[in-house]
């Protein structure tokens, strides 16, 4: 070994000293927050305790059958499915993290809109000024499969080294079926409502979600912001329920249907390779206003340990490995705080409870009325401070202020920032599993 001074053998060491106080930063938050959800025993049968093209959309019960596939895991035939095992300090994702700026590791959290048609001049602004890494695909669109392919090529195109460090973006879109179904047209089938669905025995919902799927996987979408696993209490009561019942977005009126169906129709899309997220925890199912149209929607019956959240607990027993929050405001859970802003919700139910691990996204947290009060500045800062992953913000106007509120709160709040890197990490571990990092 060549010689070296005394000074040279110090500058080595203080910088491997840094590099593992860098990995211990970006790794221990993951390993705290203990073992990935994969394993799928079966759900409980729900016994425990024209809209808009906003995720919060809008604007016999047969006994759970085939369940015993992790949501998560794909066929024997595909690469392995998603998991929230923690990374080594070495991984991919980690050594990306490391790389990247405040500001990149903000946009890695962040997803904005897009018409469906192809991106906008603000789209292509978020992405390439504010380093947006995740991208919903908006509207209505009956261009057809090949047409949607393109677009997504296109978006992917703006993965450039410095906007993201060429990490891909993850391309999401609604398609749950009926009147909440963003892409039509050659390639895509005309998906039956929710309701309808419900009626189809679980096996063969699973077997046709599947085929949805692998025409989204065709069109290069990555994730499907569905199915619904809101439980409405009566069929007499979906007219009054304004963003779900009134839509037919609902699998049933009791939780063991919505678990058996929405549980059903997360594993077809994990079959085809998509990534599910079931919504809009912990239920939209009961309220009588809809949170992208009107503020103040209150849910005053669900509890922690309400039946109507049971969909969910099995939802994240099979192993899903992204879940949706609500927007609504549910004072027997927290009567301060809307779902979305929730530590109760977020950390104590969803992550505590029910031993969720994963991804969690929020609601539109700009084109949201239910919202108005609080500051677009604040709204993505406040969510992550609660426990979320992804703020997700489909109002292009105010996304580079959602942007702002999380970049500024984390340059003064360190804890802050840490919350920043551990959801960036989660999202780049995800992406590594999707193929969206770069080799």
């Known amino acids: 070994m060549p010689h070296r001074n005394w000074k040279t053998w110090a500058a080595v060491a203080a910088g491997i000293v840094a590099v ?43 006994t759970p059958t085939a369940t015993r596939t992790a949501v998560g895991a794909p066929p024997a035939s595909s690469a392995p499915g998603p998991s929230t095992a923690p990374s080594p300090a070495g991984s991919r994702a980690a050594q990306i993290l490391a790389s990247m700026s405040l ?36 509207g209505r669109s009956t261009a057809g499969v090949g047409a949607i392919s393109a677009v997504v090529r296109g978006i992917r195109a703006e993965a450039t080294d410095a ?8 391309v999401a879109t609604d398609q749950e079926g009926g009147q909440v179904q963003v892409l039509r047209g050659p390639g895509f089938s005309d ?32 994730v499907n912001f569905a199915p619904v696993m809101d439980t409405v209490p009566s069929a007499a009561f979906a007219p009054q329920n304004t963003p779900i019942g009134h839509f037919q977005r609902e699998f049933g009126y009791t939780p063991a249907a919505v678990s058996a169906h929405g549980i059903a129709f997360a594993q077809g899309m994990a079959d085809a390779g998509l990534i599910a997220v079931p ?27 309400d039946p109507f959240v049971a969909p969910f607990a099995d939802a994240v027993r099979a192993g899903v490995p992204w879940v949706m929050l609500s927007n609504a405001s549910y004072p027997e859970i927290d009567p301060r705080h809307d779902a979305v802003f929730s530590p ?24 949201a009325v239910q919202l108005s009060a609080t500051a677009p500045e604040d ?17 292009q106007q105010l996304a580079p202020r959602v942007w702002a509120g999380m970049v500024a709160r984390a340059k003064a709040d360190r804890g802050f920032a840490s919350a920043v890197d551990a959801a960036a990490l989660a999202v780049l571990e995800a992406k590594d599993r999707a193929g969206l990092l770069p080799r």
């Open 344 to 367: 109760t919700v977020i950390g104590g139910m969803l992550r505590g409870d029910l031993g969720f691990r994963g991804i969690v996204v929020s609601d539109d947290l700009c084109d």
């Open 379 to 395: 709204r993505g800062a406040d969510f992550l401070a609660a426990g979320g992953t992804m703020a997700l913000c489909t109002d």
């Open 191 to 222: 998906m039956p409502s929710a309701l309808a669905q419900g009626s189809m025995a679980p096996a063969d919902l699973r077997a046709a979600a599947a085929g949805w799927g692998r025409e989204l996987a065709a069109a290069g979408v990555d």
């Open 103 to 138: 500001e990149q590791r903000v946009g890695q959290i962040i997803m904005v809109s897009s018409p469906a048609a192809g991106p906008d001049a603000a789209a292509l602004d978020a992405m390439r000024r504010l380093h947006i890494g995740n991208v919903f695909l908006k």
């Open 279 to 305: 919504k809009h925890f912990p239920g939209l199912g009961r309220v009588t206003a809809n949170t992208d149209t009107a503020s103040g929607v209150t849910d005053s019956t669900t509890g922690r340990h």
């Open 163 to 170: 906007a993201t460090r060429r990490v891909g973006q993850f």
């Open 20 to 62: 593992l106080a860098v990995a211990g930063a970006l790794v221990l938050p993951r390993l705290l927050a203990g073992p990935t959800a994969g394993l799928a025993p079966t759900p409980s049968e729900g016994t425990a305790g024209p809209p808009s093209a906003s995720p919060s959309g809008t604007s016999s019960q047969p």
